[in-house]
């Protein structure tokens, strides 16, 4: 008799462990979807703030120089991306010919070599009071 309670103890014991596998199976199968959804939604951040970040001001900085570059027109004071100033004398498709110091220096650049427009008239460069 003694032999049947341990042996049916032992068979409970059995049972139970087995549904304590099942719960930590069924758990460990849905925390791994959780953790899935979680690693693909962080990814999902991670590309929206480099695209804030990063990507979107690059091309709107891009988007104003292009624009720039496309209004420069004959008699705008600029500056180069080598710290020269000058005074657009003509444009071409692909080049730029600027005038620069006070004896009217002729000389042609690239026009991807412009670094910006100069608003400010310079002393030297305006017309004479009489």
Same mark, same amino acid.
């Given at each position: !008799?003694?032999?049947?309670?341990?042996?049916?103890?032992?068979?409970?014991?059995g049972q139970?462990?087995?549904?304590?596998?099942? =719960?930590?199976? =069924?758990?460990?199968? /849905?925390?791994?979807?959780?953790?899935m959804i979680?690693?693909?939604?962080? !990814?999902?951040?991670?590309?929206?703030?480099?695209?804030?970040?990063?990507?979107?001001?690059?091309?709107?900085?891009?988007?104003?120089?292009?624009?720039?570059?496309?209004?420069?027109?004959?008699?705008?004071?600029?500056? /180069?991306?080598?710290?020269?100033?000058?005074? $657009?004398?003509?444009?071409?498709?692909?080049?730029?010919?600027?005038?620069?110091?006070?004896?009217?220096? /002729?000389?042609?650049?690239?026009?991807? =070599?412009?670094?910006?427009? @100069?608003? $400010?008239?310079?002393?030297? @460069?305006?017309?004479?009071?009489?």
């Amino acid at each position: !008799m003694l032999m049947n309670i341990t042996s049916a103890l032992a068979e409970t014991a059995g049972q139970a462990v087995s549904v304590t596998d099942s =719960a930590n199976a =069924a758990t460990a199968t /849905t925390g791994g979807a959780g953790d899935m959804i979680s690693m693909v939604l962080m !990814m999902a951040v991670m590309v929206a703030v480099f695209y804030f970040m990063l990507i979107r001001p690059q091309r709107k900085k891009d988007k104003a120089v292009k624009n720039m570059l496309d209004n420069l027109k004959v008699g705008d004071r600029i500056w /180069t991306i080598g710290g020269f100033y000058g005074t $657009v004398a003509g444009l071409k498709d692909d080049t730029v010919t600027l005038t620069m110091g006070s004896l009217q220096n /002729t000389v042609v650049i690239k026009r991807s =070599a412009v670094g910006g427009v @100069e608003n $400010v008239a310079v002393e030297n @460069e305006a017309a004479p009071e009489i």
